[in-house]
């Protein structure tokens, strides 16, 4: 079965600082996707990587893919308080469309 | 150009009771999944329709069943309510075969059974 985890679960951090979120999981696979979620709303997608070494960057977010060690990181710099959502990363199980998600990373910047 | 839309945006149910949750998806998509999330847990995916019938499905009881009409449209049914169908639930359309770098998810329709 396949499973993704991230970590950590919540994470508190000050405006300013950088940060690194994991996402694991257990099966290979080259597709993996970041989405964000505000509370109450839907899935904001993010990222799409499509391949081993992906890199891609959006503002102050950066997200990376290895295959072989089956992780991706989502990489946060110089956070700012409208970072604050839920960011969940998602694996393509080999089926069209369809996402195993992991349990969320529940962001919360302070000034 | 609308996105997918989702009716209702929000139910409540009680124990027992049938509910029928509505999506119609993005222009150009075909292709309809349905997902659950629990409060503080990701998405699980319940199910996708293509050409009006059932591809895939998760690990859910029969009491969760589908429909996709012709135009694309589906619904989600869920018989005989628990507690723990308590969920945000989440419709995301794309076109078939595309894979799910272009799946388009909608508001979702927040359930509540008492």
């Known amino acids: 079965e396949l499973k993704v985890e991230q970590n950590p679960l919540f994470l508190s951090m000050q405006e300013g600082k950088n940060y690194t979120i994991y996402c694991n999981y257990s099966t290979t696979s080259d597709r993996l996707y970041w989405y964000r979620q505000d509370p109450g709303k839907s899935l904001e997608s993010l990222f799409v990587?499509?391949?081993?070494?992906a890199v891609k960057q959006e503002g102050r977010l950066m997200a990376s893919l290895d295959t072989k060690a089956r992780l991706s990181t989502l990489h946060i710099t110089a956070a700012v308080h409208d970072l604050s959502a839920t960011y969940f990363c998602?694996?393509?199980?080999?089926?069209?469309?369809?996402?195993?998600f992991g349990t969320g990373t529940r962001l919360q910047v302070f000034p | 150009d609308a996105g997918v839309t989702q009716s209702p945006t929000h139910l409540i149910k009680t124990r027992g009771q049938q509910v029928t949750l509505r999506c119609s998806p993005k222009s150009g998509h075909d292709t309809v999944s349905w997902y659950q999330q629990a409060l503080g847990q990701g998405p699980q995916f319940i199910f996708q329709y293509y050409e009006e019938e059932e591809r895939q499905r998760g690990n859910f009881p029969d009491r969760f069943s589908g429909h996709q009409f012709p135009n694309y449209s589906s619904e989600l049914n869920v018989n005989a309510l628990l507690l723990g169908d308590s969920a945000l639930y989440l419709c995301?359309?794309?076109?078939?075969?595309?894979?799910?770098?272009?799946?388009?998810f909608g508001a979702g329709s927040r359930l509540t059974v008492l």
């Open positions: 990587l499509l391949s081993n070494g």
């Open positions: 995301a359309s794309s076109p078939y075969y595309s894979g799910a770098n272009v799946l388009t």
């Open positions: 998602a694996v393509d199980s080999g089926n069209t469309d369809k996402l195993i």
